[in-house]
């Protein structure tokens, strides 16, 4: 059966798989729904989107997204509340970011009807997979990469634009102990640091499996020129509690501007939580966890929202942290998660209803 | 008909495309052989390679390859003799070179015989698409990706090697102006500068399309730092000559360890051409072009050889390098495609036989 929507012709799957999947035991990101989003760049523009089945993309080997590694995605969440309302959060940053992103890595800029009203028609088309239980959701994952050929290291004629979608759990399981970098780099000055490149996380992986095997589960990315100041802890940007200030590094262009990070700072502030928006330098950081001033670290970002940090290494030392109830970290989770949800009025305008 | 040589079994193409190649005309990496290499990891070990007919790959749209970038890649040319032998330059180098790239992307390594043996019966099958005219030559692209599945920043359980050949024509016509970069960088100390990882390529794109909007046709790498140290050009190491020495800056984890740079060293050394390897200030060169000891500046890498520079942009000013004959740059890529294509003898055992 052929529909339209928004302007997007759907095909829709003959059978659908959600029979087969428990939803009561998501893990992230390992099963993906009925339909995709799928939008080519040819002939210079954007051809108007389609919703499609699910199904294997099939490529050249000469296709450059496997020689030159030219890729953006992004990474958003939809949660359905109890009277089946479907919410996103913020999109319109996470559009933007991904076309910030695509002008870095030589990708052209996709127009916003396309993303908003594809990711619309995908959610309309897939809503049965948007799951309810608390601390679920169905992760989205928009992408583009480089779909036209050839062994020259220059940028591509053609794209792919795609949107999967995934019914997901929770991405962390409990705290994280982290390794603070003072070798590897995750980016450079002038850089693709602040683009959600797909280069950019292969990069990390090596050393965070050199953190994982010394006991770790993460990496505190530091600066590649001094490893003196303290960036991003995995995928994720960082905050530090410093008695009872939360801190964290300005975004630059080494650093990927996260929305969940600007919505933790807009939220701590409209709570009186003093927040300051500065370089956290390793010394200070290991200064105030001996002298008891440091209370709470965290990492923040879409997939796991807030990522409390239990403790860290640092030039073959360990660090605790403290454990009490009351953390910032819990708290705000609750209230940006409440907001996500519709469990909370949203004072900011962040959520965003897909109907 | 199915075969098998060097315990690699080989799918014959039922019909050859090269009737359709002006072999004549070639561009660089536009055309496609008969046939590819492809060996697959999974279940933790790499799977006996098998040659196959040229033909798409077909992934699911969660593959990793996708999101994160988990991809490196070598580049190699094949050259025919008079007598109709096969040659190759070095290529244990590029084999090892392969591993540490895929060692700092977390892929995991490929045993040697994989590679060599692969090659080389890939080679046997396809030699009627070696190109005989001097200048060109089947340029070899071996590559690694990751085709595992999941939306989780991790590496992939499955990869793809796959070895695609393209005879081919020179890679730059002429010589190059070329701009020297005061903002934008290819690599961060700790990063992946070294490795010939994808993403280091898709995030020059843009840089690049910069420099030639202003008229230039690469960029000059400097140190993301202070760009105030001359790394690379475009794709390739660089050599500058002051006076009558030739200088490379020193290799390190931003950098390539190219095999072209390291073979012009040990043949300019070996003809009496005085050669330092030592960090190149931009300052240096730009007092150099003024005070005219600026003789040369040339790329040196697989696909041009060596590729000189005509003049350079700094700081809004352009700077014309002299105009002669007998220049390092031309002596040199006359030696080493000499030795590359068995017209010279070979002292240092670099040309490796087919057979
Ligand atoms: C490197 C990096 N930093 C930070 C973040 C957090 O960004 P956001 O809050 O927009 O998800 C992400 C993405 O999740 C990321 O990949
Ligand atoms: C960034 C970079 N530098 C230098 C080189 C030169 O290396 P090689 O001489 O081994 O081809 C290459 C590859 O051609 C490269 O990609």
Known sequence: ???????????????????????????????????????????????????????????DPAAKIFHYGQSVFEGMKAYKDVDEKVWLFRPLENFKRLNISSKRLAIPELPESYFMDGLKTLLEVDKDWIPKKAGSSLYIRPFIFASGNGFHASPADEYKFIICTAPSGAYFAGEVRVLIEEKYSRSANGGVGFAKAGGNYAGQFYPTQLAIEKGYQQVIWTDDNTHEYIEEAGAMNIFVRINDTLVTG??????LDGITRKSIIELAKSENIPVEVRKITVSEVVEAAKNGSLKEMFGAGTAAVISPISGFGYKNEDYELPKFDDTYASYLKKRITDIQTNKAADPFGWRYEVK
Chains 1, 2 share one sequence.
């Open 1 to 59: 059966m052929n529909t339209i929507i928004n302007n997007i012709a759907i095909e829709k799957a003959k059978t659908s798989k959600i029979n087969e999947v428990d939803f009561d035991n998501l893990k992230f990101g390992h099963v993906f729904s009925d339909h995709m989003l799928e939008c080519n760049y040819k002939g210079g523009k954007w051809q108007t989107p389609v919703v499609k089945p699910y199904q294997p993309i099939v490529l």
């Open 250 to 255: 300005p975004t630059s262009d080494r650093i």
